[in-house]
């Protein structure tokens, strides 16, 4: 068993820890760079709004490169898992309160 398998082995309801620290934890540090890259098309979104996107945009990303984790199999599943949509749906809600749009030039 190598490291990697190692920490994923501590689950918390399925869910790998391990996992679900690295997804916040990368979020958390890309955030100002990802604001900060939107600002520059007159898009606000504040920093902590990618924290909650961050669950959303993981399953997109695992559906588009064929990566079907746990979380994306449970959360495409038609018959169950119905919590865990709402969840995902909820936090993308979350992600999108706040967001400003804003018009003309700006120094960012």
Request: hydrophobic letters at 50%; charged letters at 15%.
């Amino acid at each position: 068993m190598n490291t990697i398998e190692f920490l994923r082995s501590f689950k918390i309801l399925g869910y790998a820890i391990f996992d679900l620290s690295v997804t916040f934890i990368g979020m958390y540090l890309l955030a100002p760079f990802l604001s900060g890259l939107f600002r520059r098309i007159h898009i606000d979104i504040p920093k902590r709004n990618w924290l909650y996107f961050a669950l959303p945009i993981g399953i997109i990303v695992h559906i588009l490169v064929g990566n079907i984790t746990p979380m994306t199999k449970q959360f495409l599943d038609p018959n169950g898992y119905y919590l865990l949509k709402l969840l995902i749906l909820g936090l993308a809600i979350l992600g999108f309160q706040g967001i400003e749009f804003r018009k003309g030039i700006e120094e960012v």
